[in-house]
């Protein structure tokens, strides 16, 4: 069945990085866009990033731009989050899914505090 499993998020201090992965089964990676989602406590899931099926094409929430970026790998069937100069309002449960499924994997905890 369709499966996406997120690791690396972590306690980071206002202004450190983190890099999340994200790693994809059930489906062929290599014609799904990926997208990250996050979701901060009392609040909806919200939508971060999104890259194409080239890699060549990737979109961000005014929030992240400049900030995050998207990558992927398709012969590893992942797809990363390099997260920059992070704040506290990033804090949040970060997902990865893939355009056209509904599944969410159990995600992966970022803490943004001092």
């Known amino acids: 069945q369709v499966q996406f499993v997120e690791s690396g998020g972590g306690l980071v201090q206002p202004g450190g990085s983190l890099r999340l992965s994200c790693t994809a089964s059930?489906?062929?990676?290599?014609?799904?866009?990926m997208k990250w989602y996050r979701q901060a406590p009392r609040k909806e899931r919200e939508f971060v990033a999104r890259?194409?099926?080239?890699?060549?094409?990737?979109d961000y929430a005014d929030s992240v731009r400049g900030r995050f970026t998207q990558s992927r790998d398709n012969a590893k069937k992942m797809t990363f989050l390099q997260m920059n100069d992070l704040k506290p309002e990033d804090t949040a449960v970060y997902y990865c899914?893939?355009?056209?499924?509904?599944?969410w994997g159990q995600g992966t905890q970022v803490t943004v505090s001092s």
């Open positions: 890259i194409d099926v080239t890699g060549r094409r990737r």
């Open positions: 899914t893939a355009d056209g499924f509904t599944t």
């Open positions: 059930g489906f062929d990676f290599r014609i799904a866009s």
